[in-house]
Each structure stands twice: as C-alpha cells, then as structure tokens.
C-alpha cells in the first residue's frame, strides 16, 4: 500500500520561507518515474496545484509561487520537497503531496485531482502578517 506523509509545516511570518518533505513508502515500481506535485487548500477554497516535478517533464510551478519556489526530490530516499520563499499570508493552508502516474500524459499542477493515484494526509502552513 502506498503511503505519502508530509511535514515541515508550520507558522512562519510572512516574508519568511518553509521546506515541506513528502515520503513516500510502498511504491513498488521506479519512484523516480512517478509524477510527484505538491498541492495546497485555503479553508472555504478549492485545493490548487503549485507544483510538480519528474523526469520528463522536470518542475512547473502554478503562477501564484513561480520565482520564489523550488520544488525538488530525492529519488533515493523516495522524498519530494517544496521551499517556499516570501511567504506571503495567501500562501497559508494545507498542504499536501501527491503521486501519479499516465502515461503519455504531462506531469503538471494544473492535472485534475483525481488524476493522482496517492494523497498524503496533509501539513499545515500558516502565515503571520
């Protein structure tokens, strides 16, 4: 059974950053080929991509964080990571880490939920004016 857990959430004034890990455990198959993306709610609001990574089609990040994020992972250690500078308070909510994989299809933010197969429970992000 697969299993993504977060971390590294937190309270963080804004301007600050944060580094949020996902690890992943039970793939069976090449992690390394699996599209990971990290997506995030607001309370009252739908859940968004910001970003996302593999090897094909290496990182995309959702407009709202391009240039003051870095989404990353480490294949050995079946970890992907998001680092979020500047924080701004519209960047609160939960985060979560997503895994997925079709063929043929580009690994991106903008894929529908339920085009990942594999949610983790989630890591809270909040930001402090």
């Known amino acids: 059974q697969v299993q993504l857990v977060e971390s590294g959430g937190g309270s963080v004034q804004a301007g600050g950053s944060l580094r949020l890990s996902c690890v992943a455990s039970?793939?069976?198959?090449?992690?390394?080929?699996?599209?990971m993306g990290w997506f995030r709610q607001a309370p009252g609001k739908v859940r968004e991509g910001v970003a996302t990574i593999n090897n094909r089609d290496g990182t995309i990040y959702e407009d709202s964080v391009k240039g003051r994020a870095t989404v990353s992972r480490d294949n050995a250690k079946k970890t992907v990571y998001l680092e979020i500078y500047s924080l701004k308070p519209e960047d609160a909510g939960m985060y979560y880490c997503a895994g997925g994989f079709m063929s043929g299809d580009t690994c991106s933010p903008t894929r529908p939920r339920d085009w990942f197969a594999y949610w983790g429970p989630g890591t809270q992000v909040t930001v402090s004016p």
């Open positions: 039970g793939i069976t198959y090449s992690y390394s080929g699996v599209c």
